[in-house]
C-alpha cells in the first residue's frame, strides 16, 4: 500500500511540475532559512556548554560599592584571591585564571612580524580544569617552563605551515623567547575561550615588578574561575570569599559572587571584561524569526495544495465509489506530503552546505553542520517534524473529506469555511512579513541615526595608532614619533591620548575633590589625558573657558570637565576658575567641553574629566589631509619602521572603529533584511496559490463578464481587491507588533531613532506593492483568456 501511494505521489508531481516546484521549493527555502537562523541561536545559547563540568565552573563576580549612589561590577579579580580560595575554601575543588595582554602582543617568527590580540596568559591547570584537545603535547606538561607556549591548529598553520612542524619551535613574543610545546584544535564556535596564544602566567610573574603588582588584593588583573565540589551552595561560596576580602584587604566594600559558566556569554552590566559577550534579545528575536519562517513556508505549502484540491476531486471521488475509506485516503495524501517534505529536506540539506560558508563569513563565526551533532540533529528533526505536522495534516484531512456524490454532481467542492480558513493563513503569512518588513526598517533606521548622529567631535580623516606596551613609556622617542609627524604635509595635525577617544572604558572614583562636595559622594567618572593640540583635531566645541595650552605650566593639574560632569558634581556657576584636586594634583576647572560620545551608542554619556598628563598617553591620532590620505599612511609608516624597527605597523580609521562598536547591529540588520526577503518571497508563492484558486473557481463567472463587455483592468481589479483587502487586515495586525518587538530591542540604546509612521507606512506599501504583482500575474492571465473556453462545458 505504502509502495502504491508513493508511486501516486511521484506521477502527480510529473503531471503539475510547476505546482510541485512550488511546494518543494518554498519549503526548502523555508526550511534552509530556518535552519541557518537555529544553528545560530543553537550557538548563542550553548554557549561553554560543552566543557564536562560545566555544570560545576562559575567565574568569580566582584562588585565594589563606590559610593551609596554608585557601585562598579568587576569580571576581573586579585590573582591572590585564587590562591587563598584553593587553601581556605573547603568548596573549591579546583581553580584557574587567564589575564590578556593590555595590547596585542608583538611576535616574531624568523624575519616576519605579527600582531597577535587573541593571547591569554593561564594557569597551569588550565587545559585540566577546561575541554580542550590536543593534537600535540600533554596538558600535563605543556606549561612544565615558564616560557612554553600553546598554539591553535590554524594559528600554527599560520606561523609555521602545519602543526606538526610547530612543535619544538622558538618564538619570540615583545623581548621573550618561547618554546612551542603544545597545539590544540580551534575551540567551537560556542567557547568564550577564542585565544589562539596560550602562555603561563608563571611567564607572567617571573618579572619582580609584575609579581609585586599582581600579588596586590588591590589590583583587579584576572579572570578568576572556581570548579565546585559537587552538590556546592554557590551563596555560601560568595559569602566565603567576600570574607577574604574583609579579612586580608581589610575591604568592607567588596561582595563577591559566582556566576555560572553557561551565564557567561549573556552577562551585562561589567566594568570591564575581556570575553566577548552576546545579545540574549537579539537571539530570542532572530529564533522566533527562524521559527515564523518555518511557519510561513508550512501555509504556502496548505495554500498551494488546497489551491490543486479540485483538479484531485475526482480522483477522491472514484475511489470512495469503489470502497476507499477515509483512513486509507488520508494516509495516501499524509503520504504525499512526507515525501514532498523529504525531497525538501534534501534540497535543504544542499542548500545548508552551500550556504553555510557564507554565512560563516558573515557572522566570522565557524557553525559546523554535521548530523552526528546531538544539536544539528535536533534542528534537523524538529525542524521536519514540525513542517510534517503544519504542512501534512489539514491538506490530507482536506482532500480525503470530499464526498463521492458531490464531487461527480460537480458540486462546488471548497465552501466559505475552507475559503475563510485559506485567507485567513494569508492574513497569516503576511503579518509575519510585513512585521519582519518593517523590523528590517526600523533596525536600519536606528543604524542610519547612529551614523549619522553628531558624535560631538569631528572623525573625517582621522586615524589611530596604538604604541606597543613596552614602546609607549619611552617618552624620547614618543615625542620624536610626534615631531617628524607633525612635519609632514600630507598631515593635517598630531595628538595623543590615553585611551582610544571612540570606546573609552576609563571609569576612575574617589579622584576628585572640590569645594561643597558630600564626604560619602564619590562618583564614577571617565578619564581621558589629552594635549593641547587635541581640540583642534577633533573640533570639540568649548562652552566656557579655554583649552590647554603648552605655554601654561600649571595646566598638567588642571582639567576640563564635559557638561554631564557638571551636572553630576552638582557644580555652580562660575564653573571656569573654581579649585578642584583631580588623581592628587590640586588644580582648577579651565574650561567646559560640550558633551560627545567616547562609548557606543547603547551607553548613556557619561560624566567626563579630561586633563594633561604625557605619561599616561598611548594611543596617537592623525588626521591626514582629505586629499593625501595614501600618502600620509605610506609617510606614517616609515616614520614609524624607523622608530619602532621590531614593531609591526598597524592603524585604524576611526570611522572603521566607530563602525565596529555597532557590528552586532548592522548584522542584525542585513541578517533581519535577508530573511524579511525569504519570508515575503515564500508568502508570496502562498499567495500566488492562492490567487490561482480564486481564478480557478472563477472561471465561468469571468467568461460571462466578458461576454457581457467587462474590460481586463476591471476584471484584474476585481479578483485584486480580495487580495489588497488581505493585505491590509495584515497590516493593521502586524503594525502594532512591530512596534512593540523594535521598541524592546531600541530599548538596548542610550540614543535612539524615534519610530515615525512614516516607517510603518513604507513597510506596509512594500507589502502591498508585491501582493499586487504576484496576484496580477494571474488576474491579467484569466481576464485575458478565452471566454468560449470557459463557457463550451456549461
Known sequence: MLKNHIKITFRNLWRNKMYSGLNIGGLALGMTASILLLLWVQNELRFDAYHQ??????????????????????????????????????????????????????????????????????????????????????????????????????????????AASAIGQTIRLDSTDYVVKGIVRDNPAQSSF???????????????????????????????????????????????????????????????????????????????????????????????????????????????STARASTRSKEVGVKKLIGAERGRLFGQFLTESLVFTLLALGLTLALVELLL????????????????????????????????????????????????????????????????????????????????????????????????HDPGYSREGVFSLELPSDEFR????????????????????????????????????GSLQWKGKAEDFNPTVSAL??????????NLKLLEGRWFSHAVRMDTANVILNEKAVKTLGLKPPYVGQSITFNGRDGQIIGIVKDFHFRNFHEAIAPAVLFYDLSWQRTFYVKASLTNTSRALAETE???????????????????????????????????NLFA????????????????YTVEVRTKEIGIRKVLGASVFHISSLISKDFVVLV??????????????????????????????????????????????????????AANADPVKSLKSE
Open 357 to 452: 560558508p557564507f554565512f560563516n563569513d558573515f557572522t566570522k563565526k565557524h557553525f559546523v553542520f554535521t548530523l552526528s551533532d546531538p544539536g544539528v540533529a535536533g534542528i534537523l528533526l524538529g525542524t521536519m517534524l514540525v513542517t510534517i505536522f503544519l504542512s501534512g495534516i489539514y491538506p490530507a484531512l482536506l482532500l480525503s473529506s470530499f464526498q463521492p456524490i458531490q464531487v461527480l454532481k460537480g458540486n462546488q467542492l471548497l465552501g466559505t469555511k475552507t475559503t475563510h480558513f485559506r485567507k485567513a493563513l494569508v492574513v497569516l503569512q503576511f503579518t509575519i512579513s510585513i512585521t519582519l518588513i518593517i523590523g528590517t526598517l526600523g533596525i536600519f533606521k536606528q543604524l542610519h541615526f547612529i551614523q549619522t
Open 53 to 162: 563540568r560545566a555544570d560545576r565552573i562559575y567565574r568569580v563576580t566582584n562588585t565594589l560599592q563606590i559610593s551609596p549612589q554608585d557601585s562598579w561590577v568587576w569580571s576581573n579579580s586579585p590573582l591572590v584571591l585564587g590562591d587563598f580560595a584553593q587553601k581556605q575554601i573547603p568548596e573549591v575543588e579546583k581553580v584557574a585564571r587567564f589575564q590578556k595582554p593590555w595590547s596585542p602582543l608583538v611576535v616574531r617568527i624568523n624575519h616576519e612580524l605579527f600582531k597577535e590580540p587573541n593571547a591569554a596568559y593561564v594557569d597551569s591547570t588550565w587545559f585540566e580544569f577546561f575541554d580542550y584537545q590536543f593534537v600535540m603535547g600533554s596538558p600535563k606538561v605543556v606549561f612544565k617552563d615558564y616560557n612554553s607556549i600553546v598554539l591553535t591548529q590554524s594559528k600554527a598553520k599560520t606561523f609555521f605551515g602545519d
Open 677 to 692: 526577503t525569504i519570508a515575503i518571497l515564500i508568502s508570496c508563492l502562498g499567495l500566488f496559490g492562492l490567487a490561482t
Open 728 to 781: 491590509l487586515i495584515a497590516f493593521a495586525m502586524a503594525s502594532p507588533l512591530a512596534w512593540y518587538a523594535l521598541d524592546r530591542w531600541l530599548e538596548g540604546f542610550a540614543y535612539r531613532a524615534s519610530l515615525g509612521g512614516l516607517t510603518f507606512g513604507i513597510g506596509g506599501l512594500i507589502a502591498l506593492v508585491i501582493a499586487l504583482v504576484t496576484v496580477s500575474t494571474q488576474a491579467i492571465r
Open 638 to 672: 616609515k616614520i614609524w619602521k624607523r622608530l619602532y624597527p621590531d614593531q609591526p605597523f598597524g592603524y585604524h580609521f576611526m570611522e572603521e572603529s566607530f563602525q565596529r562598536l555597532h557590528e552586532q547591529e548592522q548584522q542584525t540588520g542585513i541578517l533581519f
Open 194 to 304: 577564542q585565544f589562539d596564544l596560550m602562555l603561563p602566567i608563571a611567564a607572567l610573574l617571573k618579572n619582580p615588578g609584575n609579581a609585586a603588582n599582581d600579588r596586590q588584593w588591590g589590583n583587579f588583573n584576572y579572570q578568576l574561575f572556581l570548579q565546585l565540589v559537587p552538590g556546592s551552595s554557590t551563596k555560601a561560596v560568595g559569602a566565603k570569599l567576600t570574607k577574604l576580602f574583609r579579612t586580608y584587604k581589610k575591604d568592607t566594600h567588596t561582595i563577591a559572587s559566582l556566576l555560572p559558566l553557561t551565564d557567561i556569554h549573556f552577562a551585562k552590566g561589567f566594568q570591564r571584561d575581556e570575553l566577548a559577550s552576546g545579545n540574549e534579545r537579539t537571539t530570542q528575536i532572530l529564533g522566533i524569526v527562524g521559527l515564523l519562517i518555518l511557519i510561513i513556508a508550512c501555509i504556502n505549502y496548505v495554500n498551494l
Open 529 to 538: 589625558s589629552v594635549e593641547p593640540e587635541f581640540q583642534p583635531i577633533f
Open 474 to 509: 619611552n617618552r624620547k622617542d614618543r615625542e620624536a614619533f610626534k615631531t617628524q609627524l607633525r612635519t609632514l604635509t600630507s598631515i593635517d595635525g598630531v595628538t595623543a591620548t590615553s585611551l582610544p577617544l571612540e570606546n573609552n572604558p576609563n571609569s576612575m572614583s
